[in-house]
């Protein structure tokens, strides 16, 4: 390491050597030739004002001139100096622009039944409740209030069935989708049915998303507004059930719109439709452009090693599942990516604890350019309006008894009727922009020259290269006359020690 730093050393000194040699073999222009350079430079300058210091030959116009020419050299570096903070702000301005369109992409919808299983299974297995809340966890950051009865209870149940797989258990025992609870299914006029949707768990537990990015309709554009899809379900009260202290005491269905390229999330996000109501939901399309960092707070460079595009939601899954995994040597079902998955006692013991960990440590954050999951750069949303009314009306509720072979009590307590639909065929997009470009702020501080000096590029060019001529000369100076003068001294001394020494002989 010393022979590399001794190297270097030495390679600099002979570079420094080899410069030398070079000025001091260069002559220095005479006096009068130094004194010519800077009149020349100064009648011939583009640099407005000096010229008027040089001719002028009445002294008072000289100081005049002067006093201008400094004045104005002021306001510009004041004025450079106010673009240059103002650029490294960065400032953004926000644009809305509305695009009229002949197709638009449908949205993804995923429906849930707000009583999430199975009456009878949910009967011989009550913990399931409490079990469902814990695994749930990992989908959201919210802390589940528990009680220490159903604490103890899920020891015990752990204890006791060490083979038991909630994820085959909530699949069979969960809400299903079948002609039974979807009863009418209609897309643009064209039917629909269950296989149309996919399946996919949420803390509701068996949830369908029509319109998934690996279906068929996720890459038809509609070309009709007011119309859309048209669903009723049958929620099946009876057969389907929950645990009211876990705060689900409501009846119907709950569903999320959402991009087809987006995973579900109900958490905030949720809209209801209760027994008994006909819900009409009318959508538009907005798409949200954020700047990247030092402007926006978005990472262009972000991605997502489970999901196509990025997301804050899928970001927050892949985030907590690196913990998990690495913490607990698992994986939960309800989040993706490739690994051993985690059992009941894996959740209970470690994976839940984990989930506190993250929230109270800040380890999994959404917002910033610098938080683990930063907002994305491009966003689609489908902000909703919501009307009720009464489903279905006295005629309406005789046919449908009849034609479901139901009492009309039966009918009001089950049946769910939802449209969602476009009210226009237009979107909107709202983009952040940078407020000072590049190029503007070159033209900006180019008006200012220009403005105050009447200068330019060629102006900065020509001063550049009158300093470095006039540098040229001083290393030449530096190198030849202080040697001269450093012999002028030394010559007297030396007589006078010759003197000295003939005295003495």
């Not at 730093?5 to 001091?24: F, H, M, N, P, R």
């Not at 926006?296 to 998990?324: D, V």
């Not at 470690?350 to 750069?377: A, F, M, Q, R, Y």
Request: glycine share 6%; hydrophobic share 35%.
């Amino acid at each position: 390491m010393e022979q590399f730093e001794k190297s270097d050393t030495q390679a600099k000194k002979g570079l420094l050597e080899k410069i030398k040699l070079y000025l001091s073999n260069k002559t220095l222009p005479p006096h009068t030739d130094r004194r010519k350079f800077d009149h020349d430079f100064a009648i011939s300058t583009s640099f407005h004002g000096v010229h008027n210091i040089v001719r002028n030959p009445s002294r008072i116009r000289k100081v005049v001139w002067l006093l201008v020419v400094l004045g104005s050299i002021s306001l510009l570096f004041w004025q450079v100096y106010s673009r240059l903070v103002n650029y490294f702000r960065w400032p953004t301005t926000t644009s809305m622009e509305v695009q009229y369109v002949e197709r638009i992409e449908f949205p993804a919808v995923t429906f849930c039944n707000l009583n999430r299983f199975q009456a009878e299974a949910a009967a011989t297995f009550s913990v399931i409740f409490f079990l469902w809340n814990i695994v749930s966890k990992v989908l959201h950051l919210q802390e589940i209030s528990t009680n220490s009865t159903g604490s103890q209870e899920a020891i015990d149940f752990l204890a006791s069935e060490r083979n038991f797989s909630l994820t085959e258990f909530v699949k069979e025992n969960g809400f299903y989708l079948n002609s039974s609870t979807l009863l009418e299914c209609e897309f643009f006029g064209k039917p629909c049915g269950p296989e149309d949707f996919a399946h996919v768990f949420t803390e509701y537990g068996n949830c369908f998303t029509f319109n998934h990015g690996e279906t068929i309709q996720a890459k038809e554009k509609v070309s009709v507004s007011g119309r859309g899809l048209h669903l009723l379900f049958n929620v099946k009260q009876e057969e389907f059930t929950d645990d009211p202290t876990l705060g689900f005491v409501d009846a119907g269905i709950t569903f999320v719109i959402h991009s087809p390229m987006k995973v579900p999330q109900f958490d905030g996000l949720g809209l209801s439709s209760p027994v008994g109501m006909h819900t009409r939901v009318t959508i538009r399309q907005v798409k949200t452009v954020q700047q990247e960092y030092p402007w926006g707070e978005c990472n262009p460079h972000m991605k997502l090693q489970n999901f196509r595009t990025y997301s804050t939601s899928g970001c927050l899954q892949e985030c907590k599942a690196w913990h998990i995994k690495k913490q607990c040597g698992c994986l939960p079902f309800l989040l993706p990516g490739n690994g051993i998955e985690c059992d009941l006692q894996k959740f209970y013991n470690c994976v839940s604890p984990i989930l506190d960990h993250i929230e109270v440590k800040g380890l999994c954050t959404v917002g910033t350019h610098n938080s683990s999951c930063p907002v994305p750069c491009e966003e689609t949303e489908y902000p909703a309006s919501i009307s009720y009314s009464t489903f279905p009306s006295q005629k309406a509720l005789k046919y449908l008894s009849k034609k479901l072979n139901q009492s009309q009590q039966y009918i009001r307590e089950n049946l769910v009727n939802i449209e969602i639909n476009y009210s226009d065929l237009n979107y909107k997009i709202t983009q952040q922009q940078k407020a000072v470009s590049v190029s503007e702020l070159l033209a900006d501080l180019g008006g200012q020259l220009g403005l105050f000096c009447g200068a330019s590029v060629i102006t900065i060019i020509e001063i550049i290269e009158y300093i470095f001529t006039n540098f040229y000369w001083i290393c030449i100076f530096f190198l030849l006359k202080i040697p001269e003068m450093a012999q002028g001294t030394l010559a007297p001394q030396n007589h006078l020690v010759n003197k000295d020494s003939i005295e003495v002989c």
